[in-house]
């Protein structure tokens, strides 16, 4: 191959390179680069099997499955199990020498799709759905360019384990694909019937912190999600959010438990 060939695989700085962080392209969208975890690899089994090349999209960490073959994608061998490396010898094989492409992976539900679905069609990339259009949940999250879809759905995620990460920084670097997959999950959620699930989620939030206070309040109880929300996610295509907050805050009836046709969907995963 030629320059020409490898130079689209390069992650391009979207402007002028900062010393330190800022976002790169992927497939033309621009994304922060901790999004990018090349020192964590993750599979697809059956697309290996098909054709023998890692994909792109695979790097950046919110991806955890793989929409054409609704399988979760694999970050750690299930023969050694140890985490895939960087830097293997094949790619399809690991350094115990098992081969991912004779692992049969289990289908995942159409609802858990949902996430790497949306991150594949704003790349404009094949998404295989059996799920008709119209018969998706609607949600905001439709709305959102990929860098903000990240943003709203990092912030949520973090908070189900217990910290309040407005990028992501703190769940990319550690976090195995299964866990992030549940995570993520969770979070999308949250979208859903919108606004009811996220006055859910407030409710479970607030609860959470109530344990952990012996005084509290409805701002006493928000006051480092209200920062992070006003002060750190700025972008103007999450105004959603701060309007769906400032609702909950001013309306009394909003922050008691709001059962939804979604939360019983999802049953005992729900996070409302």
């Known amino acids: 191959m030629d320059e020409s060939q490898l130079s689209p695989l390069l992650y391009l700085p979207a402007e002028i390179p900062r010393r330190k962080g800022g976002d790169y392209l992927v497939f033309n969208c621009p994304i ?10 993750k599979v697809c089994p059956a697309c290996l099997r098909e054709s ?10 919110p991806v955890t499955t793989c929409p054409l073959h609704q399988c979760l994608l694999l970050d750690e061998c299930p023969n050694c199990m140890k985490r895939i490396a960087w830097n293997r010898r094949s790619v399809s094989c690991c350094q115990c020498e098992f081969d991912w492409r004779e692992y049969n992976s289990h289908s995942l539900e159409d609802s858990e799709l949902e996430v790497t679905r949306q991150i594949h069609r704003l790349c404009n990339l094949t998404v295989d759905s059996t799920e008709p259009i119209r018969y998706r949940v609607k949600t905001p999250l439709h709305n959102l360019e990929l860098k903000h879809l990240l943003s709203a759905l990092l912030f949520i995620a973090s908070q189900f384990k217990g910290i309040i990460d407005t990028k992501g920084k703190h769940l990319a670097p550690s976090a195995r694909n299964a866990e992030t997959h549940m995570l993520l999950c969770k979070a999308w959620t949250v979208f859903e019937t919108w606004p009811n699930n996220f006055f859910n989620f407030l409710n479970w939030r607030r609860a959470q912190v109530a344990k952990s206070h ?23 295509q999450l105004d959603f959010m701060r309007t769906a907050f ?21 049953g005992s995963n729900s996070c409302c």
Do not use: H, M
Not at 56 to 61: G, S, T
Not at 215 to 236: C, H, R
């Open 32 to 41: 922060p680069q901790y999004v990018i975890r090349l020192r964590s690899p």
């Open 52 to 61: 023998a090349y890692a994909r792109k999209i695979w790097d950046l960490f």
């Open 214 to 236: 012996s005084a509290s309040g409805v701002l006493k109880d928000f006051a480092e999600y209200k920062s992070a929300l006003y002060k750190q996610l700025t972008a103007t």
């Open 246 to 266: 400032e609702e909950y805050l001013a309306n009394p009836v909003c922050r008691f438990q709001i059962v939804t046709s979604s939360a019983k969907r999802n």
